[in-house]
């Protein structure tokens, strides 16, 4: 099953990233970029990398900038979609960044949609951010590409639970005002199944769960319990990859975590 392979890290989470790849030094910003861009022609370049199991690649600007990604995902006849936010403010909602600028630039490289994410913190935030997410969805898909709109709840959260059934309701009334097709990008639920409803929307292209600091296994195992859900990972797509495993290594690794985060979004489209 064809899941959405999130390569788009950050600077914010980037540090983080290396260190896990076991990458430990880098001389600035650049440097640190750089070698992040290193390690994301790595998983695309390899032989693991898929189209059979892999449909699309999201990716930071930083990555299409510095060349190579694109045509290699393009080659293997996978889509290219861009992040386009600049981040979160403090309440979560998305930073001031020029869209329109975005959407040009993502349709200039090749890239057939966007991702943009915010962080739900708290229950009275939570309808003024979808409305942003919602209002730059609708001038992304206006402009002919597919917008993945990602309310994220974080794991942790001590009420995730009960901001994801309200995540649900404030969802529902904002896809009846949406022309044109999204794709959700949500925090497997605590509860499965809870946005099992919004799949039947005909605005809904795809659901799909993050894996938002889960291991790969857990994601999996979690994922696999939501039907109609595949996975767009991020950290569980990476995890055990390292710098300085020989190219076999790396690629039977990858291989593995791919094909566990492949038939964990089967099992949920077949449940």
């Given at each position: 099953m064809k899941f959405i392979a999130a390569l788009d890290q950050s600077g914010g989470s980037t540090p983080a990233t290396l260190e896990r790849y076991g990458v430990d030094e880098w001389m600035g910003d650049d440097g640190m970029m750089r070698r992040v861009h290193d390690m994301r022609l790595r998983i695309i370049n390899s032989p693991s990398f898929m189209p059979e199991m892999i449909s699309t690649a999201i990716l930071f600007k930083d990555t299409i900038a510095r060349g190579g990604a694109v045509e290699?995902?393009?080659?293997?006849?996978?889509?290219?979609?861009?992040?386009?936010?600049?981040?979160?403010?403090?309440?979560?909602?998305l930073k001031v960044f020029d869209l329109d600028s975005m959407i040009q630039y993502a349709i200039d490289t090749g890239c057939t949609g966007t991702k943009m994410r915010s962080i739900v913190k708290n229950a009275e935030i939570m309808s003024i951010l979808l409305d942003q997410q919602f209002e730059y969805a609708q001038r992304i898909?206006?402009?002919?590409?597919?917008?993945?709109?990602?309310?994220?709840?974080?794991?942790?959260?001590?009420?995730?639970?009960?901001?994801?059934?309200?995540l649900f309701e404030e969802l529902r009334t904002h896809l009846k005002m949406f022309s044109g097709e999204v794709i959700l990008k949500l925090t497997i639920p605590t509860v499965p199944n809870t946005y099992i409803a919004l799949h039947d929307s005909f605005m809904v292209n795809k659901l799909v769960g993050l894996s938002g600091g889960y291991s790969t296994e857990v994601a999996c195992e979690k994922l696999s319990q939501n039907e109609e859900m595949v996975a767009s990972f991020s950290r569980g797509l990476t995890e055990g990859l390292h710098t300085h495993q020989t190219e076999e290594q790396f690629d039977e690794k990858l291989l593995q975590n791919i094909l566990m985060i492949s038939n964990a979004s089967a099992r949920g489209l077949t449940t």
């Amino acid at each position: 099953m064809k899941f959405i392979a999130a390569l788009d890290q950050s600077g914010g989470s980037t540090p983080a990233t290396l260190e896990r790849y076991g990458v430990d030094e880098w001389m600035g910003d650049d440097g640190m970029m750089r070698r992040v861009h290193d390690m994301r022609l790595r998983i695309i370049n390899s032989p693991s990398f898929m189209p059979e199991m892999i449909s699309t690649a999201i990716l930071f600007k930083d990555t299409i900038a510095r060349g190579g990604a694109v045509e290699a995902l393009t080659a293997k006849r996978i889509e290219s979609y861009l992040k386009v936010d600049s981040g979160c403010e403090e309440d979560g909602t998305l930073k001031v960044f020029d869209l329109d600028s975005m959407i040009q630039y993502a349709i200039d490289t090749g890239c057939t949609g966007t991702k943009m994410r915010s962080i739900v913190k708290n229950a009275e935030i939570m309808s003024i951010l979808l409305d942003q997410q919602f209002e730059y969805a609708q001038r992304i898909a206006d402009a002919g590409l597919m917008p993945i709109v990602e309310p994220e709840v974080p794991i942790g959260h001590p009420y995730k639970e009960e901001l994801e059934l309200l995540l649900f309701e404030e969802l529902r009334t904002h896809l009846k005002m949406f022309s044109g097709e999204v794709i959700l990008k949500l925090t497997i639920p605590t509860v499965p199944n809870t946005y099992i409803a919004l799949h039947d929307s005909f605005m809904v292209n795809k659901l799909v769960g993050l894996s938002g600091g889960y291991s790969t296994e857990v994601a999996c195992e979690k994922l696999s319990q939501n039907e109609e859900m595949v996975a767009s990972f991020s950290r569980g797509l990476t995890e055990g990859l390292h710098t300085h495993q020989t190219e076999e290594q790396f690629d039977e690794k990858l291989l593995q975590n791919i094909l566990m985060i492949s038939n964990a979004s089967a099992r949920g489209l077949t449940t």
